[in-house]
């Protein structure tokens, strides 16, 4: 069965340091988002891609986020400054035709 | 924004004992969906459920729309099941980005 996978699934990373946070999404699938979920929260949306542009972002989404599609099978999400506040499960999504698949989830830590 | 609201937020059963956990929504929606977060944090799905009812072995969930609310069932509950459910409802209407509850966090003891 396909499945959307993340890579890495742990990552560690220092205050103020640039993290990518990688994806490979269902390959028919034509909407790709990011979601985060803080330890013990709920999940948030930050951002949907479609057709190779940002169609919707949360006020999560700041200047400091920024997707990509570098090529036909990789989605990334880039975060330029990490907070401390940052560190949280990350999870690509992709749509089918009716419902949204998740990845496993990077779990990044800022320290 | 759409407000979902699930309940209870916690839950402890006994192995065996059967469930109810409620979502209710404050708009109409195109897309609702179901998920059981395990202990690893992956989120599975679970259902689809815009409206009606569908069933899945001891799982069941039915979704009421013009109400609000969706219910998911479970049944015959093992330990297995425990970790959180979140219901998740559409968005926007442009990126279709779906807006999660606080989920219900459940416990099945042995």
């Known amino acids: 069965e396909p499945e959307v996978t993340q890579t890495p699934s742990h990552q560690v990373t220092q205050m103020g340091q640039e993290v990518i946070l990688r994806c490979v999404p269902i390959s028919n699938h034509l909407y790709f988002y990011w979601y985060r979920q803080i330890l013990g929260q709920k999940v948030e949306f930050l951002v949907s891609f479609y057709n190779n542009e940002i169609s919707e972002k949360s006020e999560i989404f700041d200047d400091q986020f920024s997707v990509e599609r570098p090529d036909g099978s990789n989605f990334t999400l880039k975060i330029r400054s990490t907070k401390l506040e940052d560190s949280a499960m990350y999870f690509c999504?992709?749509?089918?035709?009716?419902?949204?698949?998740f990845g496993q989830g990077t779990r990044l830590t800022v320290v | 924004g759409i407000q979902v609201e699930q309940s209870p937020p916690d839950l402890i059963l006994q192995e065996g004992a059967n469930s109810t956990l409620r979502c209710n929504f404050s708009d109409s929606v195109n897309n609702l969906q179901w998920f059981h977060q395990n202990p690893w944090g992956q989120l599975i799905n679970l259902f689809y459920?815009?409206?009606g009812t569908k069933q899945n072995g001891r799982l069941s969930a039915t979704t009421v729309a013009t109400e609000r609310y969706s219910l998911l069932y479970i049944s015959s509950s093992q330990t297995t099941d425990s970790g959180v459910y979140f219901c998740?409802?559409?968005?926007?209407?442009?990126?279709?980005?779906?807006?999660f509850g606080k989920g219900t966090s459940l416990l099945v003891t042995p």
């Open positions: 459920i815009p409206s």
């Open positions: 999504a992709s749509l089918g035709q009716t419902e949204a698949f």
């Open positions: 998740a409802v559409d968005y926007s209407n442009s990126g279709y980005a779906l807006n």
